[in-house]
């Protein structure tokens, strides 16, 4: 980077292309409306899912559906900062943090001797009762 | 007087591929999934945590959920839309799209409003176990009212309408099992002599349009409107849902700026404003990806 402000100055819009930016835009914009389709695509799909029996396959369901909003979401959010390796960066170390959180949270846990919440849960079943 | 201009306001830094405001906007969105992503384990762990029962199913009004998604989804849209608008330089076309995108944000937050209004409205009782078996549950059944059994705490949660509360009584009009609700259990229709045996039951109203039970205060563990106070998932729901509804103010505001400055900014510089409104927009999108986690996880129960 050099340590001449002025080599940085601002630039008018004018000499930016600016077709290729409104171009760009649109562009962006379809990319959008595609998203957002898969989004509520989805969501009606869990929708749908939560409405229907299916057994033994619900936890296997529920957890492809989840996996295809988070996917969602990630992709959305990567092609926010596709081209933006700082932005990349930060959120990526904010995953980091977040999961060194949550680790830590289930480390102070198991000291305490709360325990796994997962692994207590296994010795019961549910009994909720459903008229 | 000696003006300096600000660097990278409107253009990128080499360094970063960024201008000022789309930094600064990832920077606080980054400080965002760290608040949410907080409160998103905490409920992790209450949620795995929670006795059997004690998680209430089917409190919320799916519909009412799944239109205010739709609602955001939209926005979003039109949000995006305002800001290709710009760059085209249709200034009214851009205007039309921010009112579009604020009446969705409103809308949204009155919906929220509706259904916030339905918790303080409702009121939850726990009865106790044997009592509810023995007395209620012939009655409940019988006007189809939903319930739920709390085994960890040998009770039983029914919700509804309060009507009247004495020191001995408690009189609730209860909700019905939800249209949606899968019934997992062969019901039996009622034959006609059991519908006419009912109006003789415990001060059921049965065959009236508003059905009432009475319950004894001796029978109750504990009541309650559906407050934070109530349960775990009230506290949770009111907490997640509150701070979204704090972003989605934040939003509208923001945009009524933008709304009604609109036009000085934009005579003054389209690009910067043009920019602005990119970053409200990057904000906009990041609350539209909240609540599509928030519905799944509250309202999905």
């Known amino acids: 980077m050099s340590a001449d402000p002025a080599h940085h100055s601002e630039q008018t819009p004018h000499a930016h292309d600016h077709a290729a930016e409104v171009a760009h835009a649109w562009l962006h914009f379809r990319d959008n409306v595609r998203f957002f389709a898969c989004f509520l695509g989805v969501i009606l799909l869990t929708v749908l899912a939560f409405n229907i029996n299916f057994g033994s396959w619900n936890t296997a369901v529920v957890l492809v559906l989840a996996a295809l909003r988070s996917g969602l979401i990630a992709y959305f959010l990567a092609s926010l900062f596709k081209n933006f390796s700082f932005v990349f960066r930060t959120l990526a170390f904010t995953a980091v943090f977040l999961a060194g959180m949550i680790f830590l949270s289930m480390w102070d846990s198991s000291l305490k001797g709360i325990g796994n919440p997962i692994e207590d849960r296994a010795d019961h079943t549910s009994q909720s009762h459903v008229p | ?301």
Not at chain 2, 234 to 241: E, G, P, R
Not at chain 2, 274 to 298: C, K, Y
Request: with cysteine; net charge negative.
């Open chain 2, 1 to 301: 007087m000696l003006f300096m201009e600000i660097p990278y306001t409107l253009t990128a830094r080499p360094d970063t591929g960024l201008y000022n405001g789309k930094l600064g906007i990832w920077l606080f969105l980054a400080s965002e999934v760290m608040l949410f992503g907080a409160i998103f384990t905490a409920y992790l762990f209450v949620r795995l945590g929670a006795e059997d029962g004690t998680w209430p199913n089917h409190i919320q009004n799916v519909w009412l959920g799944l239109t205010n998604t739709f609602i955001l989804i939209m926005s979003s849209i039109t949000m995006v839309w305002a800001w290709v608008s710009l760059k085209e330089r249709k200034f009214n076309t851009y205007r039309l799209a921010l009112a579009i995108t604020i009446l969705c944000g409103l809308v949204f937050l009155c919906i929220k409003g509706v259904e916030y209004k339905a918790k303080f409205d409702h009121t939850g009782v726990f009865i106790n176990e044997d009592a509810m078996e023995q007395k209620y549950l012939p009655e409940l059944k019988k006007m189809d009212a939903f319930y739920v059994a709390v085994p960890s705490q040998h009770a039983y949660e029914i919700r509804g309408h309060l009507h009247e509360q004495t020191d001995k009584e408690l009189v609730l009009l209860p909700d019905e099992t939800p249209k949606y609700l899968i019934d997992l259990e062969k019901k039996e229709t009622p034959s006609p002599t059991d519908a006419n045996a009912s109006a003789g039951g415990n001060e059921a109203a049965a065959g009236s349009e508003e059905k009432t039970i009475t319950i004894d205060q001796a029978d109750i563990q504990r009541s309650g409107p559906l407050l934070p106070k109530y349960g775990t998932y009230y506290a949770i729901y009111f907490l997640v849902t509150g701070l979204h509804a704090l972003h989605i103010v934040g939003g509208v505001v923001v945009m009524l700026y933008f709304f009604f400055m609109g036009s000085f900014l934009y005579r003054r510089n389209p690009e910067q404003l043009s920019n602005r409104i990119e970053v409200t927009g990057i904000f906009w999108h990041f609350v539209d990806l909240v609540w599509i986690t928030v519905f799944p996880i509250l309202y999905l129960t």
